[in-house]
């Protein structure tokens, strides 16, 4: 699974899930800094990764346009980089098996 996380997440994340998550960036990483999120998200569709968002736009827009993307939805509030990084490595079997296995478009983290 590779990840694209999005703006409103820190990119020094990235090190710390490389091992878990090969593959993965982030928005500015990525060269997107300032990409709309449908940009991002034909971004990702096109480039396999699914999204990790602390925000509801690119669910809503899967409501719309359906999947791939698939979606990480974080739903803890303002955190920090460490906490983040806990909830996607402590997650990473759930993740797998509802997003790959069950083939669900979305899992929301609390």
């Given at each position: ?58 669910f ?7 999947q ?41 983290i609390?």
């Amino acid at each position: 699974m590779r990840l694209l996380l999005d703006e409103n997440l820190s990119r020094r994340i990235i090190p710390f899930i490389e091992e878990r998550y090969p593959g993965s960036t982030q928005v500015a990483l990525a060269g997107l800094e300032r990409a709309s999120d449908r940009e991002i998200r034909l971004f990702a569709k096109s480039n396999d990764y699914i999204i990790v968002t602390q925000d509801s736009d690119f669910f809503e827009m899967s409501l719309v346009q359906g999947q791939p993307p698939k979606i990480i939805w974080i739903k803890c509030g303002n955190t920090s980089k460490g906490s983040i990084i806990k909830l996607l490595l402590d997650h990473y079997e759930w993740i797998e098996q509802e997003l790959m296995g069950n083939d669900k478009a979305c899992v929301e983290i609390y």
